[in-house]
Structure formats: C-alpha cells, structure tokens
C-alpha cells in the first residue's frame, strides 16, 4: 500500500502546527509557514518554542507573511543588541520594542487561531505554557536565549527559551491532536559547540518534518536571511509531495 504525501495527510482533516526552537531558524519557520500557506494548508492551532513561538506568534496574531519576512530581512544586529550587566549578555529591551512594533494583535485571545507558546522556569526546571495575556512579553520569555538574553519576568516568575526543555515547541499542542511539527534540527547553542542535534519528536498523531542543510546564521552573519526563507519555502514544497512514513517527512 503506498503511504500518502505530506500534502494528502494535512488535507484530510484540520491540523495544529508545532514549530520548534533553533536560535535564528526564524528564517526556516517563515519559509515553511509561507509555503503551506501558499498551498491553502492553513493550521488551526499554533504552537512553538523560541524561533517557533516567534515566528509562531507574528503569524496568529495577523502579520501576513509577505510583512514578516520584508522585517525579518531587514533585521540587523542592532535592532536587538542592547548589553547590560545581568543573567545574560543582552538586556531584552529592543527586541521586547521590536516585537511590539510588528504585532497587529496585542493578547492571545486577539489571535487569528489560537496560539502558545513553550517557556522554561529555571527555579522551578519545569516547562510553563503560556497563552493569555500580553503576546510580546511571551514571545520575548520564549526566545531569551540563557546567557544571551537575561530572564524575563511575568509576574512574580522568571523564565527563558522554551527550547530548553521543550525543543520541539510541542506543550502547548492538546495530546491526541493532528500536528505537522517542522523540526529545526541545529544543535543547542547552551549545551556546547559538541553537542549533538536533537531527535525528531513523536507521538500519536504527529508528523515531523525535518529539512536538512538549512544555512546557519547567527547575531553577526544575518544577511543569508533570505537564502534560509527561500530555501526553507521550496523544500516545503517539495516535501508535500513526499510520502509520510513512520510519522516523518525528511527533505
């Protein structure tokens, strides 16, 4: 019997879609969220960790994609680097203000389909989902990076990147539910230079889709941006044509 493509799998019923932490494969996210958009593949459900909770976020909250990727193009280092003594090299500030400057929404229960987003409480080593409240301040607690970004706090709690504990950016998804989760396979950047890239989530109704040789970039190397959302946008494609097997589409 032949296994069905990525596209029959997600056209058969309504699906959330997870996407995981990475650093900045918000690049990755855009392209592959594009692309599925393009080919009316629209999730009813978001649901990320870090690169994912941002890229997430902007999507739910109403920024079409065309506009998220003309500002993540244009970002430079300086739109976010803002060093001070801390838990962290960077304060947070600019990168809170640059996401409120690109949200169209404000709170979660504003968003165009409901939305979460994976932090971790380093007091508590546990995983928190957040989704109420104020969308920028959860985005930002999701991407703070430890010992890049110093810890952000919502109340009287402080937390970091959601990728720490919940790399695939799967917590906030209902167990049981259809998701395709796009997997960003670089290594984490807290656990060293040796490290090794984490495996691909499963479980019960879960395809991952994992796009291999994605361009790395970092803080002082953003200009390849574009390359990694084009990228990114045509494997995506090209896996929706791809059988489904095991739970897992590679490209």
């Given at each position: 019997?032949?296994?069905?493509?990525?596209?029959?799998?997600?056209?058969e019923a309504p699906f959330g879609l997870a996407m995981s932490s990475g650093f900045f494969?918000?690049?990755?996210?855009?392209?592959?969220?594009?692309?599925?958009?393009d080919e009316g593949l629209t999730p009813v459900r978001v649901t990320g960790a870090s690169a994912g909770a941002l890229v997430g976020g902007l999507w739910a909250a109403g920024l079409v994609p065309p506009?998220?990727?003309?500002?993540l193009e244009a970002l430079t280092r300086e739109?976010?680097?803002d060093p001070a003594p801390g838990l962290g090299l960077l304060r947070g500030r600019k990168f809170r203000e640059l996401l409120e400057s690109l949200l169209p929404a404000r709170a979660f229960h504003e968003t165009r389909v409901p939305f979460a987003a994976s932090v971790f409480e380093p007091l508590a080593a546990r995983t928190v989902v957040l989704d109420r409240g104020d969308l920028a301040t959860a985005i930002h607690a999701s991407c703070a990076v430890p010992l890049m970004f110093h810890p952000v706090r919502i109340g009287a709690r402080l937390?970091?990147?959601?990728?720490?504990?919940?790399?695939p950016g799967l917590s906030g998804m209902p167990e049981g539910?259809?998701?395709l989760c796009h997997h960003l396979a670089s290594r984490l950047t807290w656990r060293g230079r040796g490290a090794a890239p984490s495996a691909l989530p499963r479980r019960s109704g879960l395809v991952a889709l994992a796009i291999d040789h994605l361009p790395r970039l970092h803080p002082f190397d953003l200009a390849a941006g574009g390359s990694a959302i084009d990228f990114a946008y045509s494997r995506t494609r090209a896996a929706?044509?791809?059988?489904?097997?095991d739970g897992v589409v590679r490209v």
């Open positions: 019997m032949t296994a069905p493509t990525l596209r029959e799998v997600l056209a494969g918000f690049f990755a996210h855009t392209g592959m969220l594009t692309a599925l958009l506009l998220a990727r003309a500002a739109a976010f680097w937390y970091v990147d959601g990728g720490v504990a919940d790399r539910s259809r998701v929706l044509e791809r059988p489904v097997r």
